[in-house]
């Protein structure tokens, strides 16, 4: 449970005059995202939720509004022990739940958002687990107000951008003077399962190794255990993090926000680093080219394959029944001095039982005995060709069915779960090469027609029932991927996964923190051998969702325990903390750390430094085109306001940077 429910204030019908944040949505991901702006950011915040209980955690019986209550007079209470209540410069209060306004409305219509001052709103955010809702409320918000930041969950990211430049014209012909900057930024189309996806494919590829895209470049963040006695750390390119002092104990927690000393610590400088024995780090370890996605292997078209429509054994039978021909024509070229095509001719007419019987007294004994094998050879191939008919149909029906796990399959992750995050994370370790099993209890789940173009080995039926899991061959698997929508269900089959193989590496996604942290703890005491990790897709989300409300391009969240490191692109322009400083300068511990310049000139830059680049690199035209991201940057390098960087950053630090260019601007 929750706990106790402070009482709610009083409505105005106007709550705020106007620059205030509006979050509309239906889930854990709205509660998050008001809870990422207003104690993070430091924002003024209305959050419209639907009337009723949570259709996502029916087994609750409080209200969406009373969990956003709870959930926000946690988050207070938690920064008030912190030291952190206020936000300097806010007037605002972050007690209890008065910091943010929360509104009820089964719609987000015309007249909900002009009572939430969507006229007045410096953003919107819209994260309903619908996308046509969603697609709706964004078009009439729009439409009320030309000038908003829209940000909008869609899954369907083809739709997603076509949205996105519907609205982006929409906003430049109501504002013919708009700096394309500020267009640029007007309307955002994010997926929460896209965020998410690579944090979790990662953790059940090696429980340590994060990826992050930019500009077609991969970064690869690793975990480090603590070195032994007389070793060295590797440090990488940049130490980002150090892990709390409690991982290497098995009753400890992942560190959060509210670890203290004991926690993990994000972006420390060298001396934190050097002082802090005996515990794990995450660095920077690689940078590489990224390419473009490739297309899942099928079958289909012209160019499908022998070995996806025969079998091996039934192509050996085929070529020893050739080789046979062959060698019996051959075999009478040589008794009966025939020429080789009228010898080759005579053995298929017996082969097919339609040649002349060799019984006259002129026929040589050679060619009787011939003729005789040849017609043994004919009786081998009516099953071989009965056999190709049925496998050839056979091959054609599986083509549309889903594939079963096969049977020496090993080293593979279980999925479990094939709704919206679980089809993106399917997709992503796919993209790795990782061999997967899926199951699924639904079979009109919406990732099983990927799974079926894909051939992903996939089982159906419920993972709680004895023999699901065992003919996922889990006994055999590296990694347990728990990604459906009920907690219960992920946690018995990670502890029934554990009972088979304690060893096992197990990732879950549980939606309730406490219940996350008592889990982990558990696991960690029963299975201290094992990895063990919780994720919340809410949690993951929530910052890029926020920082694309501030205006700016978050590129990837990194989860370090239950902490978040953002990756962001940042124009230097404004950034007092940044212009005219040296790189070494610009570094605060703790709150961000610049990585990367855009060397690229302003005209020539790409928007989104997420995307893979259009061109090849090693090409004839990849050499003449302008410099892009630097990474190796001397610490004594100034930045000019004319620079775009690429910065990690924790939640806090990025809300600093953003909290006073907003400031500025207004």
């Not at 709704?419 to 789940?445: H, N, Q, Y």
């Not at 991927?481 to 096992?504: C, F, M």
């Amino acid at each position: 449970m929750l706990g106790f429910v402070s009482p709610l204030p009083q409505q105005s019908q106007r709550p705020y005059s106007g620059g205030h944040m509006v979050v509309c949505g239906d889930d854990a991901l709205a509660r998050r995202l008001a809870v990422e702006l207003r104690y993070v950011y430091g924002e003024r915040v209305t959050l419209l939720l639907p009337p009723g209980p949570d259709t996502t955690r029916p087994e609750l019986p409080l209200t969406q509004r009373a969990r956003a209550a709870a959930l926000f007079g946690r988050m207070s209470a938690a920064m008030n022990r912190n030291g952190g209540a206020g936000v300097p410069g806010d007037d605002d209060t972050n007690a209890g739940v008065d910091a943010v306004h929360i509104m009820e409305a089964p719609e987000p219509s015309d007249d909900v958002l002009d009572v939430a001052g969507i006229d007045r709103a410096a953003a919107l955010a819209l994260v309903y687990d619908d996308d046509e809702r969603n697609i709706r409320a964004a078009l009439t918000a729009r439409r009320l107000n030309p000038r908003l930041r829209l940000v909008i969950r869609l899954y369907n990211r083809k739709l997603g951008q076509h949205l996105e430049t519907l609205l982006d014209q929409a906003a430049a012909v109501a504002m013919p003077g708009i700096d394309p900057a500020s267009l640029d930024a007007s309307t955002t189309v994010l997926s929460d399962a896209d965020t998410a996806a690579p944090a979790l494919a990662a953790t059940a590829l090696t429980g340590s190794s994060k990826v992050i895209q930019a500009e077609g470049l991969l970064l690869r963040a690793a975990e480090r255990t603590p070195p032994r006695q007389g070793e060295l750390a590797d440090p990488g390119l940049c130490t980002l993090a150090l892990l709390s002092s409690t991982t290497q104990n098995p009753a400890g927690a992942e560190g959060s926000d509210s670890s203290g000393d004991e926690g993990p610590q994000l972006l420390p400088d060298e001396a934190t680093v050097a002082a802090a024995t005996g515990r794990g780090t995450v660095v920077l370890e690689a940078i590489s080219q990224a390419g473009p996605d490739r297309p899942p292997i099928r079958m289909g078209g012209r160019g499908a394959p022998l070995g996806h429509i025969f079998s091996r054994r039934l192509r050996w039978s085929a070529a020893g029944v050739a080789a046979a021909v062959v060698g019996l024509a051959v075999a009478s070229v040589i008794t009966t001095g025939d020429s080789p095509p009228h010898a080759a001719y005579l053995t298929m007419l017996d082969l097919l039982a339609m040649g002349d019987p060799a019984v006259e007294d002129t026929d040589p004994p050679s060619r009787q005995i011939i003729q005789l094998l040849s017609g043994t050879a004919g009786l081998l191939l009516l099953p071989l060709l009965v056999a190709a008919v049925l496998e050839a149909f056979g091959s054609l029906r599986a083509a549309s069915s889903l594939r079963r796990p096969p049977r020496g399959l090993s080293g593979h992750v279980v999925l479990l779960g094939l709704g919206k995050i679980g089809t993106r994370v399917l997709v992503r370790l796919r993209e790795l090469d990782i061999p997967v099993v899926v199951i699924e209890e639904d079979p009109e789940a919406r990732g099983i027609p990927l799974a079926r173009r894909m051939h992903v080995p996939t089982v159906l039926g419920d993972v709680t029932q004895e023999g699901v899991l065992e003919a996922a061959k889990i006994r055999r698997a590296h990694a347990l991927l728990a990604l459906t929508s009920g907690d219960l269900t992920n946690l018995e089959a990670a502890l029934y996964a554990r009972s088979v193989k304690p060893d096992l590496r197990v990732a879950l996604r549980l939606f309730d923190d406490e219940f996350a942290t008592a889990v982990y703890r558990t696991l960690r005491t029963a299975h201290p051998q094992a990895l063990t990790r919780s994720r919340s897709v809410s949690h993951l989300a929530a910052p890029s969702f926020a920082g694309a409300m501030m205006g700016r391009q978050i590129l990837g969240a990194v989860p370090v325990e239950r902490k978040v490191m953002l990756f962001a692109a940042l124009e230097v322009a404004g950034h007092p903390q940044l212009e005219g400083r040296t790189v070494e300068q610009a570094f605060r511990p703790g709150f961000w750390r610049v990585l990367a310049l855009d060397a690229t000139p302003p005209a020539d830059r790409v928007p989104d430094l997420a995307a893979v680049p259009p061109y090849d690199p090693s090409g004839p035209g990849g050499p003449d085109r302008p410099a892009g991201l630097v990474w190796d940057l001397h610490p004594g390098h100034v930045l000019r306001a004319e620079d775009r960087v690429v910065i990690a950053a924790t939640r806090r630090g990025l809300a600093e940077l953003l909290r006073r260019r907003h400031s500025s601007a207004r």
